[in-house]
């Protein structure tokens, strides 16, 4: 995954957060169809960490500039 420092008003944090919304409802919708626990194992895995991702980029002053 590719990190991105942005200064300013925080767009391009906000395409990466659309990114990883459209990858985690491709990632759902992924899982509802595995057939095989690994299947699921490593499309949990991927969700869990969008969901971490998306906490850090959702916190406050995390658009900052440093």
Known sequence: MTSIF???DGGAVSTVIE???SRK???VE????????EDR????QQLEQINT???F?????????R
């Open 6 to 8: 942005v200064s300013g």
């Open 19 to 21: 990114n990883l919304l």
């Open 25 to 27: 409802q491709k990632l």
């Open 30 to 37: 992924q899982l509802e169809k595995a057939s095989s626990v």
């Open 41 to 44: 194992d490593k499309i949990e």
């Open 53 to 55: 991702a998306l906490d």
């Open 57 to 65: 980029l959702d916190r406050p002053g995390s658009r900052d500039a």
